[in-house]
């Protein structure tokens, strides 16, 4: 049993948070994720959710307090954005690092300064080392879908990392779209009961956590971190199809849209990606052999099978929405060329960076793109690696 | 329990201590500049070190002053301080 509805990414976001039902959300509002916290605080109020919820004064102590919900046992959540997110950056790690696997919405926007509220990936990208898993979104129903997912991914033994449930500001949680609701009971079905192995608060069985770890251990931790990071791939893949039993909806590590016969793809993650569909869609009726590489999940990085996808291009061109001012092109760039490396495949590589501080991005901007791509496969030239979409001269 | 050596597939994760009171197991005596010796003859067993001592590092026997556990004992001097009759001493180690 599923339901139609016509919502904002922020509020089905709060509905997905309401049929997870978690035991403890502790947050602090922050636009563009305001709508997310304030609809759930709601739910709380109406008594709709069985949920402590933690009204705190700072998104340090909003994580802060979700990693001690989480530890001693609860199921937490959270949510934020850009500066938000900034601001509880030493907790991420100590909530990856502690293995408490903590399901946060991350509404995408520009970190300052200058100061600005609208979409871009500057936040989760500066945090994608953090040791976070992360899912990107093209709209509000993915998004939907991945936060149900990402507690089953979080969950799960051989994984048990933190996730960010990443979504577009205001493109997505702000814009009214139709998509559906699956059932409350389904949701808990799906979700199950957590069962934290070995939870704070349980006085039969005392545990530290958080103690001092220097270098006879800190190093044997950290690579267990890394052995779970290389399990999530599995996990996704196992809990996607689960997910599509009860939805009927598919998911993998990314979507591949019309790059079976590809000779010029475009890879991306975000709401981007949706406008690249149509940008594909009017390539093909005029006989490119056009197509997208849609990123879900961007960490852990899937290299070896995104490699594998994009091997038989002639050329690549990989968006990102955020800049790192190492002049040498931005994070999915950096990532995307590395496998094609590792893969030994014959496929030029560029980068656009594009979006910044919320500029939209058409259609035919991605058109160019494409036309861009073509032009580096008829000369064999590529006459700037990384390039700027969008900007003013 | 967790022993030196002990590889990233052997150890509880996250850094969690799965078994409590094993602090005692850390023998922190290694910190010490001072020692301090206590003179059992001066002392009157008033439990004034005993109380004070942060680390619990005053070993008592039948209700009385016996020693000083130096394993644990890190030498921060307050027993002394305390001593009501001077009958502690803090030597260089």
């Given at each position: 049993m599923s339901e139609q509805v016509a919502l904002t990414g922020n509020e089905v976001m709060s509905q997905a948070m309401r049929q997870i039902n978690p035991d403890v959300v502790a947050a602090y509002p922050i636009t563009p994720q305001t709508a997310i916290v304030q609809t759930f605080s709601q739910f709380v109020n109406d008594g709709d959710v069985d949920t402590e919820f933690v009204p705190t004064e700072s998104e340090h102590s909003a994580m802060s307090a979700t990693v001690g919900a989480s530890a001693s046992g609860a199921r937490a959540m959270t949510a934020t954005a850009a500066n938000g997110l900034a601001l509880m950056w030493e907790v991420l790690y100590i909530a990856s690092g502690t293995r408490l696997p903590i399901v946060m919405p991350v509404v995408n926007r520009a970190l300052s300064g200058p100061i600005n509220i609208h979409c871009d990936h500057s936040d989760a990208m500066g945090a994608r080392d953090s040791g976070w898993i992360q899912l990107y979104a093209e709209n509000a129903q993915e998004a939907y879908d991945n936060a149900i997912q990402a507690v089953k991914i979080s969950e799960n033994k051989d994984v048990m990392l933190p996730t960010m449930v990443n979504m577009d500001g205001f493109i997505i949680s702000h814009a009214?779209?139709?998509l559906n609701l699956l059932a409350d009971e389904d949701v808990q079905d799906f979700v199950g009961e957590y069962h934290?192995?070995?939870?704070?608060?349980?006085?039969?069985?005392?545990?530290?956590?958080?103690?001092?770890?220097?270098?006879?251990?800190?190093f044997e931790h950290k690579m267990q971190q890394a052995v779970a990071a290389e399990n999530v791939k599995d996990v996704v893949l196992e809990v996607a199809e689960e997910y599509e039993e009860l939805s009927g909806r598919e998911y993998g590590l990314f979507e591949e849209y019309k790059l079976d016969d590809a000779e010029v793809a475009v890879v991306a993650l975000g709401s981007t990606t949706g406008t690249a569909k149509t940008a594909v869609d009017n390539l093909r009726e005029n006989g490119v052999k056009a197509g997208l590489s849609k990123i879900r999940l961007y960490r852990p990085f899937p290299a070896e099978e995104i490699a594998e996808a994009l091997a038989d291009l002639e050329a690549v061109a990989v968006m990102d929405r955020a800049e790192t001012f190492s002049t040498t092109g931005g994070p999915v760039f950096a990532d995307v060329r590395a496998a094609l490396y590792d893969m030994g495949a014959d496929v030029e590589a560029v980068n656009y960076i594009y979006g910044l501080g919320g500029r939209d991005l058409k259609v035919e901007e991605i058109e160019s793109v494409y036309k861009d791509l073509e032009e580096i496969v008829e000369t064999n030239t590529v006459e700037d690696r990384v390039q700027h979409l969008g900007v003013r001269e | 329990m967790v022993k030196p050596g002990d590889g990233y597939k052997e150890i509880p994760e996250g850094g969690l201590i799965l078994e409590s009171g094993n602090a005692k197991r850390y023998e922190t005596g290694g910190w010490r500049t001072q020692r301090p010796v206590i003179d059992l003859d001066t002392c009157i067993n008033c439990f004034r070190c005993w109380a004070f001592c942060p680390d619990s590092s005053i070993e008592t026997e039948d209700e009385e002053i016996v020693g000083v556990d130096y394993d644990h004992c890190k030498g921060c001097g307050v027993c002394a301080h305390e001593c009501p009759v001077d009958a502690i001493a803090m030597e260089q180690e």
């Open positions: 009214v779209e139709n934290a192995e070995n939870p704070l608060l349980d006085s039969e069985n005392p545990v530290t956590v958080g103690p001092l770890d220097l270098q006879d251990f800190y | -």
